[in-house]
């Protein structure tokens, strides 16, 4: 879900970059980004997508990064600053490892290309033999 336009459904063109987190985020983005994430006007935390749909998205995107009902977290809060402060701590923690590898491997251009060429020719051995049934199937060999 966007996080500006919490009842519009994520898409690659998204009006404001704040309303998405990407994968490899630094923490201080991700950070920003929950912080500013629209809410509703009543400051009660509940779920409810019908008259609550700010906090419902934030408490969705919770779930799934702690593995709990949107309910059961919201019953642990009565304020959307405690509740932001700790999705974005949870996001941080949970996202930190795909950051790290990203990292360690755009430092090492040698190592990617390992990894790479290592992946072509594992795909090469599953579907090299595919291919060549399909070209002599077609007429092509």
């Known amino acids: ?47 409810d997508w019908d008259t609550k749909p700010g906090i419902s998205n934030l408490l969705e995107i919770f779930a799934s990064f702690a593995h709990e009902s949107p309910q059961a ?5 009565t304020r959307y ?9 949870l996001m941080v923690a949970s996202l930190s490892p795909l950051r790290q590898r990203y990292e360690e491997l755009v430092e090492s251009p040698a190592d990617l290309y390992a990894v790479t060429d290592r992946g072509a020719l594992k795909a090469s051995e599953v579907a090299g033999p595919i291919y ?10």
């Open 81 to 89: 600053g405690d509740l932001k402060k700790d999705l974005a701590e």
């Open 1 to 47: 879900m966007d996080l500006q336009e919490p009842t519009r459904k994520m898409s690659k063109s998204v009006s404001s970059p704040l309303g998405t987190i990407l994968l490899f985020d630094q923490p201080s983005e991700i950070e920003r980004k929950i912080a500013k994430a629209v809410t509703d006007t009543d400051g009660d935390v509940r779920f």
């Open 132 to 141: 060549r049934r399909a070209a002599r199937a077609m007429g092509l060999t």
């Open 73 to 77: 977290i919201a019953s642990r809060y």
